[in-house]
């Protein structure tokens, strides 16, 4: 879609908002659980998280898009959690509080579909929880006060709970931003030019005439150098994506890809995947290796779509180029 990018912006910085979120969140945690339990391997397990936090968010913001950070932080979280869910299973359920946000996070950035697969994902998750704790309760190590400290029990459930508000907060505030985006890109529409498809995320522009002096040579060796190392298998790529990757304006982007001979982005895209899917086909031993697996290595997601654009560049079907490659061989 043609305001992707600024969908791609807005859940970055929601990204950015929820890790020093949580960062302050845990270190107020080690805090408490270092001046009431006293207990260390608890907090050196807290301090391990924050650690891992810290660096994955680091490695993980400069090379991947924002949904796949998402994802792996939900998938991660609760694995992470589920010692501490263990250790306090008989003496509070407020650890498992700490799950609710997350299929609230599913909600809102994915289809209904992820919601329930993850919803699914948690429910195997408590119920690991239960089985252990009912098989192997005795030998596992409590990180719960013991009896009579219920002060610190109150402590502990009032900071959990309090945690996970601004957090419920925090998501309901990006999910109205993200909505407002969504409506003002319905809205505006009409007010677009019309060599701009929203729906595919096409620029048409095969009937305008791009002047060398307005290309950034640098940019466009940038451009080809990602390309060349494979960003084209990301089967969700599209032109807004690479020009947040690039840091380049997304018209820029579309006028060096004009200026190379191609109509849209799209067009530029596929040569990549069906020249790769060539020197798939001309190397792997096809007796052992699918098309399927060719044809979704170099980004294609479906056969129909992989068979008309290889028709389209080739001018031939991939099977007859593989009966040509045959022959040859």
Not at 221 to 234: A, H, I, P, V
Request: net charge positive; charged share 20%.
């Amino acid at each position: 879609m043609f305001f992707t990018m600024k969908m791609e912006e807005l859940k970055y910085r929601f990204i950015d908002q929820y890790v020093i979120l949580m960062y302050i969140i845990v270190l107020v945690e080690i805090i408490i659980k270092f001046l009431t339990y006293n207990n260390m391997s608890e907090v050196l397990y807290l301090i391990v998280g924050l650690v891992f936090l810290s660096f994955g968010y680091i490695i993980m913001r400069r090379r991947c898009t924002a949904d796949r950070m998402i994802l792996v932080y939900i998938i991660i979280t609760p694995l992470y959690l589920f010692n501490i869910m263990l250790g306090y299973w008989k003496s509070t359920i407020s650890s498992f509080v700490w799950l609710f946000p997350l299929p609230l996070i599913t909600y809102i950035f994915f289809s209904k579909k992820g919601v329930l697969l993850y919803s699914l994902y948690l429910v195997v998750i408590i119920f690991a929880c239960f089985l252990i704790n009912i098989y192997f309760g005795s030998h596992l190590k409590k990180y719960s006060p013991q009896v009579g400290e219920n002060k610190q029990h109150i402590v502990r459930d009032l900071s959990i709970y309090i945690s996970n508000l601004a957090l419920i907060i925090l998501l309901l505030t990006y999910q109205t931003r993200f909505n407002k985006l969504k409506f003002s890109t319905e809205a505006r529409l009409q007010e677009l030019p019309h060599d701009l498809d929203l729906k595919t995320d096409k620029i048409v522009v095969a009937d305008k005439i791009v002047e060398k002096n307005d290309i950034d040579e640098e940019m466009m060796e940038r451009l080809e150098l990602s390309m060349n190392e494979g960003l084209f298998k990301n089967q969700n790529l599209n032109i807004s994506m690479v020009s947040v990757r690039l840091g380049v304006g997304y018209m820029h982007l579309s006028r060096i890809i004009r200026y190379k001979g191609y109509a849209n982005f799209n067009s530029y895209l596929n040569t990549f995947r069906i020249n790769y899917v060539k020197k798939l086909i001309d190397e792997a031993d096809l007796q052992k290796v699918t098309l399927m697996y060719i044809y979704t290595e170099a980004g294609f997601s479906s056969q129909v779509t992989f068979n008309r654009v290889f028709k389209q560049i080739e001018g031939i079907t991939p099977s007859e180029y593989i009966s040509q490659v045959i022959k040859k061989s």
